[in-house]
């Protein structure tokens, strides 16, 4: 357990180093598992060494989406008052991701 704690926060902060580093606009935890994917596939790291810790993250994910929802109450007025915008933006957001995920997916089938 503290071995699959130490690879994920490991790639957590290295993660943070680089953007400290570069000053890149990517959040670190993105970068972070950006290099266990990396190290996962190159083999550096197994999948039986972070595969407990991965499965309860996952196992209980709904709890970290808590304190945003919380959050989300405290600005309630905000959201009501600019109701239509955020659905609108998020509509077309869903359906500009949709489309362009289909089209990359098309052409990738067509060049395998």
């Not at 996952?58 to 007025?77: K, R, T």
């Amino acid at each position: 357990m503290i071995r699959q704690c130490a690879i994920l926060f490991g790639c957590l902060a290295l993660g943070e180093l680089v953007v400290y580093l570069t000053g890149i606009k990517l959040p670190s935890s993105i970068i972070g598992m950006l290099f266990l994917t990396l190290f996962l596939r190159l083999g550096w790291i197994k999948l039986h060494w972070v595969q407990g810790m991965s499965d309860f993250l996952v196992a209980n994910l709904g709890f970290f989406f808590i304190p945003p929802g919380v959050a989300l109450m405290c600005y309630l007025d905000i959201i009501q008052a600019q109701f239509w915008p955020i659905v609108i933006a998020t509509l077309i957001s869903t359906i500009v991701v949709l489309v362009i995920t289909g089209w990359v997916h098309q052409l990738m089938r067509k060049i395998k």
